[in-house]
């Protein structure tokens, strides 16, 4: 377990919120004398506070990251999706080339073989 501030801080809220959820906090203050626990002090609450906008930083700084990968991706999707489009667009015109030959082929055959 870390003994970094924002994480010992960290884990006394999630522990605290299990009890309160559990009905446990309210058994536990009921039962025993809590004088002696020791409350956080200003310092701890200040370098937990300073922890978590230096969390916070690198996480804005993460989500920055992905938004723009994200972009990337999305712009290479497109640019496939249209040069996929583009080249049935060519494989289209190229088939109607080619049709329109064959159909002018078989007509200068025909008109060779009625030649003959």
């Given amino acids: 377990m870390s003994s970094h ?3 010992k801080l960290w884990l006394t809220f999630i522990g605290y919120a ?5 009905g446990e906090a309210e058994i536990i203050a009921s039962t025993h004398d809590l004088s002696a626990i020791r409350g956080l002090e200003d310092e701890e609450i200040r370098d937990a506070v ?4 230096r969390s916070t930083s690198v996480i804005e ?5 992905l938004r723009l990968q994200q972009n990337a991706m999305s712009s290479l999707i497109k640019n496939k999706s ?3 489009q583009a080249r049935a667009q060519s494989e289209k015109s190229q088939l109607r080339i080619w049709n329109t030959e ?3 082929t078989s007509a200068s055959v025909s008109s060779s073989q009625q030649g003959f």
């Fill in 5 to 7: 501030p924002l994480t």
């Fill in 18 to 22: 299990t009890l309160v959820r559990n």
């Fill in 50 to 53: 300073e922890e978590l906008k």
């Fill in 61 to 65: 700084k993460q989500s920055e990251a």
């Fill in 82 to 84: 249209r040069s996929n």
């Fill in 102 to 104: 064959k159909i002018h």
